[in-house]
Structure formats: structure tokens, C-alpha cells
């Protein structure tokens, strides 16, 4: 009977524990929440309050200068258009075929 009266109080004291955990979960964690962001804040904060000049880069700023584009391209600058082909390299593929295919 001892041990059954155990059992009993064990499951008891489990469902008990989950009831309070489903009731005060959101609460630790907002707490917790709020006590992170107030560390972050205390934390970085310092580095809002530099004052920058506009002229100013900031570090690690990524600066993209693009060329100026040219209105109108020369075609006489232009080469003429070369098709090459290395013809040695068909009947290799030929053979490779012969080999594999059935």
C-alpha cells in the first residue's frame, strides 16, 4: 500500500508541475527576455552614441563606384568574330560512345 500511495504522489506532484510550468512559462521567459535586452542595450549602446559627420565613411561601409558609360561604341574598334572548333576532340567522343552504348 506504501508503495502505491508513493506512485500516487509522484504522478501528482508531475501533473502539479506541469500545470504551474503551462501557467508561468510565459512570464520567466518575458522576464528573461526583457533582462537580455536590457543587457544588450547596456552593452552596445555606446556605440550609438558617436556622433558622425556626413563626410565621414563609417568602418565597414561597402563603397560601390561604378565607370562612366560610353554613349556610343566605335564599330571600327570592334575585331572580327572567330569561331574555333578543335575537331580532334569529335571522334574521341564517338569511340567513348561505341564503348559504353550497348
Keep these: 500500500m506504501a508503495f502505491l500511495k508513493t506512485v ?3 504522478i501528482m506532484v508531475y501533473y502539479l508541475f506541469k500545470i504551474l510550468a503551462r ?6 521567459i518575458n522576464y528573461a527576455a526583457k533582462k537580455t535586452e ?3 542595450k547596456e552593452q552596445f549602446g555606446q556605440f550609438n552614441q ?3 559627420s556626413q563626410g565621414e ?3 565597414g561601409d561597402v ?3 561604378k565607370k562612366p558609360t560610353k554613349k556610343g561604341t566605335d564599330s571600327e574598334k570592334l ?3 572567330i569561331e574555333s ?3 580532334n576532340v569529335l571522334p574521341l567522343i564517338r569511340l567513348d560512345r561505341a564503348l559504353f552504348c550497348d
Excluded: M, N
Excluded at 23 to 28: G, S, T
Design 63 to 65: 563603397i560601390i563606384e
Design 85 to 87: 572548333f578543335d575537331h
Design 23 to 28: 501557467l508561468f512559462a510565459p512570464k520567466i
Design 38 to 40: 536590457a543587457h544588450f
Design 57 to 59: 565613411e563609417r568602418v
Design 50 to 52: 558617436q556622433p558622425r
Design 8 to 10: 500516487l504522489i509522484i
Design 79 to 81: 575585331g572580327d568574330y
